[in-house]
């Protein structure tokens, strides 16, 4: 009888194991399932947010340039007349979504250059174009008698790279079909 009852006391002690990692085992797995269900709650967007993420990527991106000058104030004004050989002008933006740019400009008409390449420009009205927190100027040379700067825009760096490409091979920036341009 010893030997049964001894028998009998692995069997338990063996069913206690068993009992105890598969309980473990269940916790485990329980904890994991609770887990994913919080990380899916707080990483999914709620109705609202889902509405306006909809409403805003419908939005058609709008711009606007104007050419601007520094006063005796130290304030931007716009240019209202045409610009000597040395005068700095810059450009102020306005846009309702964030959008990569660059600057062409095509000097007494002849073939269009880019002043500078692909710099993002985020959502606001009338910022000042700037590299670094530093203002962008165009110094007036003096055979310029007649300039037209155009922005070239697109949502991302990738696509703006194909429009400047596609725009190499126009002769003029009054061919381009981008219509964010001003001229002196």
């Known amino acids: 009888m010893t030997d049964d009852n001894f028998d009998r006391e692995a069997a338990r002690k063996q069913n206690r194991k068993v009992t105890r990692s598969s309980t473990v085992f269940s916790l485990i797995g329980v904890a994991l399932f609770l887990l994913s269900g919080v990380l899916i709650y707080k990483l999914t967007p709620g109705p609202l947010e889902q509405q306006q993420n909809i409403a805003n990527s419908q939005i ?17 004004i716009k240019l209202d007349h045409t610009p000597e ?20 400009s095509e000097p007494n008409q002849s073939h269009p ?13 009338n910022k000042i174009i700037n590299f670094d927190n530093r203002d962008y100027h165009y ?10 700067f155009c922005l070239i825009t697109a949502a991302d760096s990738k ?14 920036l009054r061919e381009s079909p981008d219509k964010y341009c001003v001229i002196w």
């Open 113 to 125: 250059r880019t002043l500078f390449d692909d710099i993002r420009i985020p959502p606001g009205e």
């Open 60 to 76: 058609a991106a709008s711009i606007s340039i104007e050419m601007v000058q520094k006063n005796e104030f130290d304030q931007w």
């Open 85 to 104: 050989s040395g005068e700095q002008i810059s450009f102020r933006i306005s846009t309702n979504q964030p959008l990569h740019v660059s600057l062409i």
């Open 159 to 172: 696509a703006l790279t194909k429009k400047i490409i596609a725009m190499q091979g126009k002769a003029h």
């Open 139 to 148: 110094t007036v040379k003096e055979t310029d008698k007649q300039i037209q």
